[in-house]
């Protein structure tokens, strides 16, 4: 199985902040990795595919960068409804993967 | 537009089996050509990919659930189901029922979803 790790497991910021999530995998996956945004008590929402292509609907103040084993999910600048859990997933191969997210809380 | 609802009981009783199905509205399953997945999350934890299935029948499971896990298609009813054997505290869990973005591909983001049904094992 391809492990995934996030980092940080939670962070606390402030509306404006530009924040930073990183997923790590156990394997090289070229660009097959998706980020999700979870509020509470919802399904997860798709935010970005493939790396770096933004879901429709999704602002632009998110973007995913990264390649191989090293990606990136970024807020350019966190609105109040962007509180909320985010987790990676990998689509290289099954069994599919998720990271075990990461908690945007309000400083 | 299409939709994805999860029903089936809210509780199970240890050593039993779970029993979820998915109802999938505004498209059909038999022509869609998708994989239709199952993916849980227990509480306070991150999700977990259970496995996915054909409108043929053709099915793919995760390695780590195999044994107990055992997911159909009924294309009259427009439904998929999930069974989980021999269950434990352990499968405690919200599951949700989705859909991935690209026909055909077992592998891939899933982008529609349904609301997810809170499971509990306890006798």
């Known amino acids: 199985d391809i492990q995934m790790t996030q980092s940080p497991s939670s962070l606390s910021a402030s509306v404006g902040d530009r924040v930073t999530i990183t997923c790590r995998t156990s394997?090289?996956?070229?660009?097959?990795l998706n980020w999700y945004q979870q509020k509470p008590g919802k399904a997860p929402k798709l935010l970005i595919y493939a790396t770096s292509n933004l879901q429709t609907g999704v602002p632009s103040r998110f973007s995913g960068s990264g390649s191989g084993t090293d990606f990136t999910l970024t807020i350019s600048s966190l609105q109040p409804e962007d509180f909320a859990t985010y987790y990676c997933?990998?689509?290289?191969?099954?069994?599919?993967?998720f990271g075990g997210g990461a908690k945007v809380e309000i400083k | 537009q299409l939709q994805l609802r999860e029903s089936g009981p809210g509780l199970v009783k240890p050593s039993e089996t779970l029993s979820l199905t998915c109802t999938v509205s505004g498209g059909s399953i038999s022509s869609s050509n998708y994989y239709w997945g199952w993916i849980r999350q227990p509480p306070g934890k991150g999700l977990e990919w259970i496995g996915s299935i054909y409108h043929s029948g053709s099915t793919y499971y995760n390695p780590s659930l195999k044994s107990r896990v055992t997911i159909s298609v009924d294309t009259s009813k427009n439904q998929f189901s999930l069974k989980l054997s021999s269950v434990t505290a352990t499968d405690t869990a919200v599951y949700y029922c989705?859909?991935?973005?690209?026909?055909?591909?077992?592998?891939?983001?899933?982008?529609?979803w349904g609301q997810g049904t809170r499971v509990t094992v306890s006798s």
């Open positions: 989705a859909r991935p973005q690209v026909r055909g591909a077992i592998s891939d983001a899933f982008d529609i």
């Open positions: 394997q090289r996956i070229t660009t097959f």
């Open positions: 997933q990998q689509s290289y191969s099954t069994p599919l993967t």
